[in-house]
Every structure is written in structure tokens, then in C-alpha cells.
């Protein structure tokens, strides 16, 4: 097994559908510019309400990659 050294970013995804979602979304959009992910961990869960009702599922990410 190779060594690895890792560094972790953190962001947050969003979805008017549902939290698994916000977190597919959140790694599409990171995969667009980071390469080499290797893990995800999710460290909050929220939602935003309107008129007592869930619009948006919120969802933090710390997401780890290998640098080159």
C-alpha cells in the first residue's frame, strides 16, 4: 500500500429534493475543479424553511482528495 497524504475542503450542498441529493450535488459541483476525491464526510445537516415548509435540504461536507 502507497502512502497517501490527504487534504479536505469544505462545502455545502444544496437540493429542494433531499438530503441525498444535496450531497450528490455537492460532489458533482467539487469534481468539476478537484481532482482526485477520495472520501466524503458529512458534518451538519439543516434545512431553510418557508411557510413552514422544507424548501431546500442543506447539507455540509468535508470531502478529501490526494494531493499529486
Do not use: C, P
Request: glycine content about 6%; aromatic content about 8%.
Amino acid at each position: 500500500m502507497s502512502d497517501h497524504v490527504y487534504k479536505k475542503i469544505e462545502i455545502v450542498g444544496s437540493s429542494t429534493t433531499s438530503t441525498d441529493d444535496a450531497i450528490r450535488n455537492a460532489v458533482a459541483k467539487a469534481k468539476e475543479t478537484v481532482r482526485n476525491l477520495r472520501w466524503f464526510e458529512v458534518v451538519e445537516t439543516r434545512g431553510h424553511l418557508e411557510n413552514g415548509e422544507i424548501a431546500h435540504y442543506q447539507v455540509t461536507l468535508k470531502i478529501g482528495f490526494t494531493l499529486d
